[in-house]
């Protein structure tokens, strides 16, 4: 190894299947940027991997200083990690990871990832008291949290399966309620803020059809699928008139924190980024 290898910091994502990952596009454009030497490379690990892959990690035989984790990992690196701030706990889901004096510590940066796309491209969204999430996936937790976070006092989970929402409504406590997918539109009526965690709409599914112009002046429709950047419900929203912002912004600020636990910086995400991640999508949907 020679001085330069051994400086220089490595960091991963790690999932199964990993190839689709789009943050080694993020990373190595702020790595190039800054002109950091440093690594960020897709890493295929198995579940039944998992272990030895942290084993070697917080060892320090692996080179790595830390990384993203991703499907199926999320749950399970919060039992292998040494440490897992409030967010990731209360999320029950990480992912990423550094070490810190040979400690394993875990975050979950989704749920600033969509507060920090919001604060961004839609100011004062967070002013509303009431919101409602389509969908309760693993992608839901984060969001709800974020929600909770930042002050509504009344957050509808809707879902296909009422039962999955029910555990996540007994998870977060008494501000956030359950429901089944049938009670949406009525749901809708008077809400600040509504965010779709689901691909309703999309390779073939029916979207809702619901009357956002129901809701709440000034009121706001999200969603953190990006692809495509327009979403059915988006598109639905936009048709009728009502503000809407993408989920792309939350891809690009939920790489922040990460970055800078590995790299020592804090990177700014750019126009510039956000074109590159569309002529991504663009050419691999
Ligand atoms: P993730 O964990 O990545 O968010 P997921 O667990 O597959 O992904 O969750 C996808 C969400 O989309 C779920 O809320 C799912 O509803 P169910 O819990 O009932 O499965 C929702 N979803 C997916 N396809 C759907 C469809 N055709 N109609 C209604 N909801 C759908």
Known sequence: MDKRDKDQRRAFVIGDP????????????????????????????????????????????????????????????????????????????????????????????????????LDETAPGWDKGKSAIVLGAGGACRAIVHALLARGFSSVAIANRTEARARVLADRFGPRVSPHGIESLQELVSGADLFVNTTSLGMGGTEAPLLDFTVMAEGALVTDIVYVPLETPLLAMAKRQGVATADGLGMLLH????????????????????????????????
């Open 18 to 117: 990993i190839s689709h990952s789009r943050s080694p596009l993020i990373h190595r454009h702020w790595l190039e940027a800054a002109s950091l030497d440093g690594s960020y490379d897709p890493v295929a690990v198995t579940a039944s991997d998992l272990p030895a892959f942290v084993s070697a990690l917080k060892d320090g035989s692996s080179g790595f200083c830390g990384g993203n984790v991703t499907l199926p990992h999320k749950e399970a690196i919060l039992e292998l990690a040494d440490e897992a701030d409030v967010t990731a706990r209360e999320i029950g889901a990480a992912n990423t990871v550094w070490l810190e004096n040979g400690r394993l510590m875990a975050t979950n940066t989704d749920s600033h990832g969509f507060s920090a796309n």
């Open 254 to 285: 939920q790489a922040v924190p990460g970055f800078e636990k590995w790299f020592g910086l804090r990177p700014q995400v750019t126009p510039e980024l956000r074109q590159l991640l569309i002529a991504d999508m663009e050419t691999h949907t």
